[in-house]
């Protein structure tokens, strides 16, 4: 069952029924000001750190699910009936194209009518939904301008009828009070500090948090308004018990000019409609923030004073400016060539449509959220805790590099300040105090090396490597969480180092360097890297000296981009030698040590147990390390093709690729947060999407096409869309997990949007099936497609070039280029060497 197709011309995902299986959300915003908006209109806003800054409130896991959210209600003043034209929060019944009344099951419902000709556009930057309901046509446009500090919502009415319509039109936002920690949990408080009034059509929020906080909110309507309320208890009536389904402002059609002092601040304005027959209206919400005080640190501001004149004035013309329809057209222009322009320098056409849709739009889009927002601020991460992960946003970096390099060197610079003297670093941090929390993570620091190498691939930019970046001091240090998975005692592997007054500096290579050092340091009794609290499976929390064999993949992966990183640069060419020589041995040490027969083991435990390994009784298998033995070159051809075949035999399934096997069955102190997980869900055996991708990748390297297609295909959202029911998270996005088939939702995912699932399968699409990589010579061309392709094409922009690459596969083999003419020229090797003239290239391929 599907609940919407793509509209790719238009770049946007079509909802054709309100009610999806969980709500299906868009992010609107590029910069710092963010809107998450479900097709429901459900949601909250936030400007550039969901945690002290968020502008509205929402409830996650709430009754009903999706709530708080940028509402209007639409109310019949003859009849006094009314709706919303997003559906909720009224909930009416709702009629498909069909006729057919979808959801009965409506309780009480005075309401005659149902809503029809529902649909929802997620766009690139813009959510338009549209509906019908008692002969009212409306469609709400809602997106972030660019560079601007606010949101608009275009209300565009229309009344086919043959006679007046009189209407009551109604908004609704509640305010969350910035803070979004306080304001879900400190309620002695914060119920006796909320502030809004209106003036005129704008409602201010006013509250003050905490004493530092510069910030303040409108919310402004292009009409007349006849009343507002900013109280919530007066908006919804009987002191709150009403529900946001029926408010006593809408049932009597009028609000109560409420103030709110204390209690629960809101913005709902209500402006008296009259449409003729035929007639349309366009009516506009701005709703943005603010600094309270201009930014002049000269001009003495008396804070009582924050919302004087000039400041009011200042903020309504910008309302105005942003009312004028011209003025929106134009910034939907803006907004729609922002997104064309950064998906261009990327275009595919293959055999597969799905595959087409999914690189083209969704997924490099996907990737940008994910940089905006790392693990931070979904439906699924509340924003309130986790910050910027480290090693998520290394991954990151690589399904956006090509399209926002700039912001990727500022980010890489930006994590190298969260690593510390020893080479490890710190496993999170603000986007907003760049500061850094947690920490004793044995992979994140390796990913910065691979972050960095992919990005000078990219650009050609080796003076990174010289930037001066300082380390972060020890005294932030933040332990790890201790949870109930009996963890006693955390080693601080970094106790050896001094505190330091001066905070020092390297360049970005010494600290690449010393992320290569850390881990050849901290190893344990088999000569392994040791897991510490955990590696990149969070919730494989092994005892003390455990040591994992993911982690030496990855160092094997990270020395040989050193090496090859040195080699391109052409400097410190003594170094090359350690970082090989490093790889060598760690590559040794994985074979002799980690090798179990058919695959490789994932670990040992403290007591010298495996983990991961046929003496185990449960999670035999691991996928992890298999992959990474491969991508990292440790498994040679026989022994890589078995492993592979293992991931293939024991961990395949139709959705995709299993984490392990058999799943956990109880929970185990020795494993810890992960036998936590029933059998089937999250790390305990799910079918985790981010390492899906290096089967993908690994697969490409022994040159197994259709394999790898079949892998990517088995979790591509895009393909998901006819088993939408199943699926149930948004089929134009990855999730981050899909339950295992020892669950009984096998197949049902979660978690959808900020998952490292976008940016690898983005990597292994592009760069591994169709084999377009960016490396420090050029752009390496070296497919691995399904034999029965015959063709494909691909528009590259590579530093300043464009490339339009055709890829010819008449003896329908997966790899293996026999031929590469560049502009009509047959080249001897796969790499086209940059021509830095900003022109267009034709690239013809044979494989
Ligand atoms: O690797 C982690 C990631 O950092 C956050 N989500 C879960 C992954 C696997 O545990």
Known sequence: MRFGYFDNPSK??????????????????????????????????????????????????????????????????????????????TNQKIQNSKSKILNKSKFSNSKSQTISNYECRHGLGYTII?????????????????????????????????????LSLFSFVEFCLWDAVGDSSNFQRTWSIGKAHCE??????????????????????????HSFDCQRRDFLGNYGYNSLEAPLAVVRGNCSNSVAIGWAPIGSHCVKLKLEPGEKKTIVFVLGVSNKIPNNKSQKTNKSQILNSKLKNKIHKKIRKFQDPKIIEKELRKLRGYWDDNLSRLQIETPDQDMNTSINIWNSYQCMQTFNWSRYASYYEAGIGRGMGFRDSCQDTLGFAHMIPDKVRARILDLARVQFEDGSCHHQYSPITKKGTLYNYSDDQLWLILATANYIKETGDFGILDEEVAFAKRQELVPAPIGHYNKSEIRDPRSEIKSKKQIPKASLYEHLSRAIDYTWKHRGKHGLPLSLFSDWNDCLNLDEGAESVFVACLFVEACREMEKMLRAAGNKLHEIAKYHKLAEKMTKIVNAKAWDGKWFKRAYNGDGKPVGSKKCSEGKIFLEPQPWAIISGVAKRKRAKQTMDSVFVKLFTKYGIRLLTPAFQRYYPEYGEISTYPPGLKENASIFCHPNPWAIVAECVLGRGDRAFEYYKAILPVSQNNQAHIRKTEPYVYCQMVAGPNHPDFGEGKNSWLTGSAAWNYMAATQFILGIKPDYEGLVIDPCVPKKWKSFTVKRVFRKDTYFIKVNNPKAKSKGVKLIRVDGRKINNRVITPFGDGREHIIEVEI
């Open 130 to 166: 549209s509906s019908e309901y008692g002969g009212i046509e409306s469609k709400i446009t809602y997106f972030v301008p660019l560079g601007e500090n606010l949101e608009i919502w275009r209300l565009e009415i229309r009344n086919p009828r043959s006679e007046i319509a009189k």
């Open 200 to 225: 005129e059509n704008t409602i201010y929020h006013t509250t003050l948090y905490n004493s530092w906080m510069n910030i303040f909110a409108y919310f402004s309507t292009s009409e007349k308004i």
């Open 12 to 89: 946007e995902y079509v909802i054709t029924q309100p009610n999806t299986p969980l709500p299906w959300i868009n992010y609107l915003g590029c910069d710092e000001y963010c809107a998450l908006i479900s097709n429901t209109a459900g949601g909250y806003s936030f400007l550039g750190d969901p945690r002290d800054q968020r502008i509205l409130r929402y409830r996650y896991d709430n009754i009903p699910f999706d709530r708080g959210g940028r509402y209007l209600y639409i109310r019949d003043d003859d009849s006094g009936e009314f709706f919303s034209p997003t559906w909720q929060p």
